[in-house]
């Protein structure tokens, strides 16, 4: 059981936004404002799109925002596009020194 | 630009060791700002971060506990690469593996991934 929880899926038609949730249910994430979110096309490797809860790397569309209340971390796409189908996934550092992921979250454009 | 090149064997034998290279070009495997880690993918564990190498004053070596009597990451200097090693596998570890640039504590730069499958 992963130490962060996503819903398995989310759903949006084009223009509208959405946002996926991340939950941490261990006490070792919770406190942490180390968060990221990670996008993935089918074969490929996941790519860097939220960083420290809200930090966009360079190239990453505004489209793309996070925040965190409490205990749940959230990733909004504003503006969905076809190209956002994919799968996205949550990540936090933990006071192991070590890191964990959500189960991801597969989202499809309508 | 930072890149990262896999290389390795698809396929090993149960009880033997898997190892993968990762070959870096645009950084530094003796960067003491950044670290370089090895995160799995399967659809039974999902995404699994299973340790990574960093030089600070020092090189340390963090691994998740769940693999940590079977895993080395190490660090070549001479070649700018870091390799994984996986000892005594089973089918369990078999997966798709990357390794990974860590920066600002998310992993920013991914290899194109291995599948590696553990089978006799």
């Known amino acids: 059981q992963s130490a962060l929880t996503q819903p398995a899926s989310v759903s949006g038609s084009p223009g509208q936004s959405i946002t996926i949730s991340c939950t941490a249910t261990?006490?070792?994430?919770?406190?942490?404002?180390?968060v990221s979110w990670y996008q993935q096309n089918p074969g490929k490797a996941p790519k860097l799109m939220i960083y420290?809860?809200?930090n966009r790397p360079s190239g990453v569309s505004n489209r793309f925002s996070g925040s965190k209340s409490g205990n749940t971390a959230s990733l909004s796409i504003s503006g969905l596009q076809a190209e956002d189908e994919a799968d996205y996934y949550c990540?936090?550092?933990?006071?192991?020194?070590?890191?964990?992921f959500g189960g991801g979250t597969k989202l499809t454009v309508l | 630009q930072v890149q990262l090149q896999q290389s390795g064997p698809g396929l090993v034998r149960p009880s033997q060791t898997l190892s993968l290279t990762c070959a870096i070009s645009g950084d530094s495997v003796s960067s003491n700002s950044v670290a370089w880690n090895w995160i799995r993918q399967s659809p039974s564990r999902g995404l699994e971060w299973l340790g990574r190498t960093y030089r600070r004053s020092t090189w340390y070596n963090p691994y998740v506990v769940s693999v940590e009597s079977r895993i080395t990451i190490d660090p070549d200097t001479s070649k700018n690469q870091f390799s994984l090693h996986l000892n005594s596998v089973t089918p369990e570890d078999t997966a798709v593996y990357y390794c990974t640039r860590g920066q600002f504590t998310a992993f920013d730069v991914w290899g194109q991934g291995t599948m590696v499958t553990v089978s006799s």
């Open positions: 261990s006490s070792d994430v919770g406190g942490y404002n180390y």
């Open positions: 420290e809860v809200s």
């Open positions: 990540s936090s550092y933990t006071t192991s020194n070590t890191w964990v």
